[in-house]
């Protein structure tokens, strides 16, 4: 893994991108320095980006899945035309599904990559095809993200609003454009959008060092707030919709998502504000069968002690430090994924639009 800065290529269009592939190594905005530097770090090497996983230098689920897939190309470049190379590659595999343990995403893109990699009969041929199948699960995200932003305008009204975000959805957290921040985005370009109100999403801060910097570069007026000011944010009556991601959506509508999303769910159902989750069909997982079968991962509690080095709490205190919860699907008011819009989501309404993967 080498370090540098370089210029963003393409922060038009799809706001800041986050995972560049290079053709034989793969370069990532190293999001734990967000919003101070921007830094890029690139990797050749397959445990080297499970470790960029793991230690968020990129995060969000369906960029973790991108990730991850450009990981397996990393290996079989690295096999190379050794008469072990499909072995390497099926190991350097079950490394990265190992990085991080709840967006189902990650494992949804290894999936594909294995099934690809099994139909593969030579070094070289596993080369080009696992590139290729990289490259379209990136390319299929940003078309979904786009996607997932027109369905959602469909039912949201067309009185402009503010609405109320949590954790980072947007270009960062995906292969561009976003899926919640997405929404916003195609709010803003339809002069739909008043304001966002950006939860600053602790332990990490994804919400004030991502999303409120995202937001500011494009010119989408961003306010920013602690987490415990939603519900008086909530109260005052401007806001429409609170509108988040989704790590992993089971088969009857409950969602994880980072913590604090439950919290914010009930808030919104108690001030009659609508709640909507945003994320593309390769975040839904019909195999479990409810929330309660998500695995939440638990994370250092020095991130909580601590905030970017500074002591905030006393040495050594006993922390809990969940970084996702499940809401349940009676609180979602509509889940958007590129194949449309689920409203008052339940088994029977998952079954129909997701009971086969394409
Ligand atoms: C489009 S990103 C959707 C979710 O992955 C997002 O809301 C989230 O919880 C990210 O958590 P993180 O721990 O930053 O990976």
Redesign the pocket.
């Known amino acids: 893994m080498t370090e540098n800065c370089v210029p963003n290529p393409d922060s038009n269009h799809l706001g800041t991108l986050a995972i560049i592939w290079h053709g034989d190594h793969l370069a990532l905005l190293d999001q734990r320095q967000l919003p101070d530097q921007e830094i890029w770090l690139t990797y050749k090497d397959a445990s080297a980006v499970a470790d960029a996983i793991r230690d ?1 230098v990129v ?4 960029a ?1 899945g991108i990730s991850a897939a450009y990981g397996v190309v990393l290996a079989a470049h690295q096999a190379g035309d050794t008469k072990d190379w499909r072995a390497d590659i099926e190991v350097a595999i079950e490394v990265l599904a190992k990085s991080r343990p709840t ?1 189902v995403n990650l494992f949804w893109a290894l999936e594909r990559m294995k099934t690809r990699l099994q139909a593969c009969q030579s070094a070289a041929e596993a080369i080009a095809k696992l590139t290729g199948e990289a490259e379209s699960i990136h390319a299929e995200d940003v078309a979904a993200n786009r996607l997932m932003g027109r369905h959602a305008l469909s039912v949201m009204g067309d009185e402009p609003m503010a609405v109320l975000t ?4 947007g270009a960062l ?2 292969g561009g454009y ?3 921040l997405g929404v916003v985005r195609s709010l803003w370009h339809a002069n739909r959008l008043k304001r966002v109100y950006a939860d600053e999403t602790r332990p ?1 801060l ?1 919400g004030s060092r991502l999303t409120a910097w995202e937001l500011q570069q494009e010119g989408i007026p961003v306010t920013l707030n602690a987490d415990s000011a939603a519900a008086q944010i909530l109260r005052q009556g401007d806001v429409r919709w609170v509108i ?4 992993r959506i089971t088969a009857n509508g409950d969602v994880a ?2 913590i604090g999303t439950y919290n914010l769910a009930i808030l919104a159902r108690h001030h009659g504000v609508r709640f909507m989750v945003v ?1 593309p069909s390769s975040t839904v997982d019909m195999a479990l069968a409810s929330g309660e079968d998500i695995p939440i991962e638990e994370r250092d509690g020095t991130e909580v002690r601590a905030v970017r080095g500074v002591s905030i709490a006393p040495d050594g205190v006993d922390v809990f430090n969940p ?2 919860d499940v809401t349940p699907a009676e609180l979602v008011d509509a889940i958007v994924t590129e194949k449309g819009v689920i409203e008052r989501p339940d088994r029977d309404a998952m079954q129909a639009m997701f009971a086969t993967r394409d």
């Not at 988040?244 to 790590?247: E, I, K, P």
């Open positions: 968020m995060r969000g689920a369906p973790i967006a949590h954790c980072n959805t957290a995906t976003g899926t919640a990490w994804q988040v991601g989704a790590d998502n980072k994320a970084v996702f």
